[in-house]
């Protein structure tokens, strides 16, 4: 069961800004351990797409952009394009799970 | 250019050892915290545990008595062992490499190995 709480879909069209929230709590993102985000296209492993709440891996491209605030953290994707529909994942730590690894339950992002 | 490669069985009856390992090959093998991750359709993905080069591990709580995680430096390889597998482990494993630089994020991932556990 993920500690991390993700809208289960969202949806725009191309061009349009999209919005996915990660609400975790005191013993995770609100302990001040960083977010993570990952992209997931079908039948891949996960990709890193944002680390240490607002940084972008080398080859990911600007339109990705991350931001946390209090218990809860945002990936954005401005300027919506056809291959951005996929799978995200936040990801943070827990204290209460004795540091362990923790994932959202993810979102599917549907380009209309 | 750092390549993270998984093998291992992928079909146990119930009660079996599932037993998987992961290469890293062109990148340092230390500094870095290596880690099982696996996603099932209904739980999506849950954190295994984590090695790191000195030898150090942390294993998530729910499956703590049936994980090791193990390495061998020598060839860059760590391993996952999770004994008395049930249905419920059924699920596509991923290692990948947990960079301290990036706040612990992965940042390489294998490409995943299907494990189906059967009655």
């Known amino acids: 069961q993920s500690v991390l709480t993700q809208p289960p879909s969202v949806s725009g069209t191309p061009g349009q800004r999209v919005t996915i929230s990660c609400t975790g709590s005191?013993?995770?993102?609100?302990?001040?351990?960083?977010v993570h985000w990952y992209q997931q296209l079908p039948g891949t492993a996960p990709r890193l797409l944002i680390y240490?709440?607002?940084n972008r891996p080398s080859g990911v491209p600007d339109r990705f952009s991350g931001s946390k605030s209090g218990t809860s953290a945002s990936l954005a994707i401005t300027g919506l394009q056809p291959e951005d529909e996929a799978d995200y994942y936040c990801q943070s730590y827990d204290t209460n799970l004795s540091g362990s690894g923790v994932f959202g339950t993810g979102t599917k992002v549907t380009v209309l | 250019q750092v390549q993270v490669q998984q093998w291992g069985a992928g079909l146990l009856k119930a009660s079996e050892t599932l037993s998987l390992t992961c290469g890293v090959y062109?990148?340092?093998?230390?500094?870095?915290?290596w880690s099982w991750i696996r996603q099932t359709p209904g739980k999506g993905l849950e954190w295994i545990g984590e090695i790191d080069y000195g030898g150090s591990t942390n294993n998530n709580p729910s499956l703590k008595s049936r994980v090791t995680i193990s390495r061998d430096t020598s060839r860059n390889q760590f391993s996952l062992k999770l004994n008395s597998v049930t249905a419920a482990d059924t699920a596509v494993y991923y290692c990948?490499?947990?960079?301290?630089?990036?706040?612990?994020?992965?940042?390489?991932w294998g490409q995943g190995t299907l494990v189906t556990v059967s009655s």
């Open positions: 990948a490499r947990g960079s301290v630089e990036k706040g612990w994020a992965f940042d390489y």
């Open positions: 062109g990148g340092s093998f230390s500094g870095y915290y």
């Open positions: 005191s013993s995770n993102i609100g302990a001040g351990f960083a």
């Open positions: 240490g709440n607002s």
